[in-house]
């Protein structure tokens, strides 16, 4: 079975550090890989996907970026963090079943940033 | 463009008592639809879902079905409890277009004892 994996679960750090998330799916092959970010007490927010290796899509312009160096890995990472940052980042993956065919969204557990 | 409009929230409920929350849709396609529950500090887990029209979708006493007359995908549940306390979405995904499932806002749940 399929199963996808996020860490860490909460993270504190300051104004001006670096980020890096990292999120890994086992149990399939050639996944779409989303990235999404949640404010508290708002909806979600999606920040980057990507169909293929080295292929990442930036839905929102902003101080953090992705990578996908390896066909079921996708990091997301930030160069100096902002206050702005913080919140709940989920990373997701989704099958393609045939050519063309999507369906659902599977997520992980997420990750707490709080900037300070 | 897609999108998808749940009912504002929270919705307050005492144990036992019946619920819905409202979903409506539009889509460029033929979408799919889902309902999808995150619990507290968690990610999203997908509840039930949808792939086509008068189909139903049922799972831990929740069902939703796919309404395509009015382009509406509502969630109930006959009799909660406080463990479903939560958030819930809505989801749309356009099969044979964008890999992008498009979510609503979402909608909290607060149930009492």
């Not at chain 2, 036992?16 to 409506?24: K, P, R, S, V, Y």
Request: hydrophobic share 35%; net charge neutral.
């Amino acid at each position: 079975s399929q199963t996808i994996h996020q860490w860490p679960a909460t993270l504190v750090q300051p104004v001006g550090s670096p980020l890096s998330l990292e999120c890994t799916v086992e149990g399939t092959s050639n996944p779409n890989l989303y990235w999404y970010r949640q404010a508290a007490g708002r909806g979600l927010q999606l920040l980057f996907y990507s169909v293929g290796i080295g292929q990442i899509s930036s839905e929102v312009p902003q101080n953090l970026s992705a990578s996908r160096p390896q066909d079921r890995q996708f990091i997301l990472s930030s160069k100096k963090l902002l206050l702005s940052d913080s919140g709940f980042y989920l990373c997701a993956w989704s099958p393609v079943l045939t050519q063309g065919v999507n369906t659902e969204a599977f997520f992980g557990q997420g990750t707490r940033l709080t900037v300070v | 463009g897609d999108s998808v409009t749940q009912m504002e929230g929270p919705v307050t409920l005492s144990e036992e008592a019946f619920l819905t929350i409202n979903c409506t849709y539009t889509a460029t396609g033929y979408p799919s639809l889902f309902w999808y529950v995150q619990y507290p500090g968690e990610g999203l887990q997908l509840l039930l879902k949808a792939t086509k029209a008068d189909d139903k979708g049922s799972n831990k006493g929740f069902e939703a079905t796919y309404r395509k007359e009015t382009t509406s995908f509502h969630l109930e549940k006959g009799s909660v409890q406080v463990s479903d306390s939560a958030v819930y979405f809505c989801a749309l995904l356009i099969s044979g277009g964008s890999y992008i499932p498009t979510f609503g806002r979402g909608t909290s749940l607060i149930v009492h004892p």
